[in-house]
T-cell receptor, first 115, second 112 residues
Framework: DTGVSQDPRHKITKRGQNVTFRCDPI?????LYWYRQTLGQGPEFLTY????????KSRLLSDRFSAERPKGSFSTLEIQRTEQGDSAMYLC?????????????FGAGSRLTVL | GQNIDQPTEMTATEGAIVQINCTYQ??????LFWYQQHAGEAPTFLSY????GLEEKGRFSSFLSRSKGYSYLLLKELQMKDSASYLC?????????????FGRGTSLIVHP
């Protein structure tokens, strides 16, 4: 298993453009999370999937953000009409939803720069 | 929701011991995690506490007191490679989602 994969690793875009990030979780993990992290801050929760169902979305998540996990495997996070404030590292994590620790395993992240 | 507080930055000497504290407020505590994050890399899991007491794993130990809303991460025999950000995350069962909320992280600088 190669762990959690994210693509692209870096994206530079102009304000107003749309961007899409992809996350491939660990294959046996049924839970998938998206977080956003800016410099000097901890990861901030965006949204959560259990299998293909999106069960939780942060109230901070603008309508410009949408996430999908169509077959309960990979997930995409799309940001429409990007703004400079969207510049951040977008982290995906997955976990196996068993009782106990349910530790999140993170991908390396997708760094977005909005000019 | 949670309110998680940890120091912004700490410095220590190679070979020494350092304790990184984390305090939190939550309505439905369901576990506390410590992650290590090197600059530009993904957070990696270090430890998990759900019951009071000390969990030891090699050079790293983590302590939890649920009544005090307090945890610490203890790093022994510090090495230069331990220079990183250490993230405290608390899982809350309120609402049934069990999603970890992260603190802002403590940047640890280890110098020779």
């Amino acid at each position: 298993d190669t762990g959690v994969s994210q693509d692209p690793r870096h994206k530079i875009t102009k304000r107003g453009q749309n961007v899409t990030f992809r996350c491939d979780p660990i294959s046996e993990h049924n839970r998938l999370y998206w977080y956003r992290q800016t410099l000097g801050q901890g990861p901030e929760f965006l949204t959560y999937f259990q299998n293909e169902a999106q069960l939780e979305k942060s109230r901070l998540l603008s309508d410009r953000f949408s996430a999908e996990r169509p077959k309960g495997s990979f997930s995409t996070l799309e940001i429409q009409r990007t703004e400079q404030g969207d510049s951040a590292m977008y982290l995906c994590a997955s976990s196996f939803g068993a009782p106990g620790a349910n530790v999140l395993t993170f991908g390396a992240g997708s760094r977005l720069t909005v000019l | 929701g949670q309110n998680i507080d940890q120091p912004t930055e700490m410095t220590a000497t190679e070979g020494a011991i350092v304790q990184i504290n984390c305090t939190y407020q939550t309505s439905g505590f369901n576990g506390l995690f410590w992650y290590q994050q090197h600059a530009g890399e993904a957070p990696t899991f270090l430890s998990y506490n759900v019951l009071d007491g000390l969990e030891e794993k090699g050079r790293f130990s983590s302590f939890l007191s649920r009544s005090k809303g307090y945890s610490y991460l203890l790093l022994k025999e510090l090495q230069m490679k331990d220079s990183a950000s250490y993230l405290c995350a608390v899982r809350d069962q309120a609402g049934g989602s069990y999603i970890p909320t992260f603190g802002r992280g403590t940047s640890l600088i280890v110098h020779p």
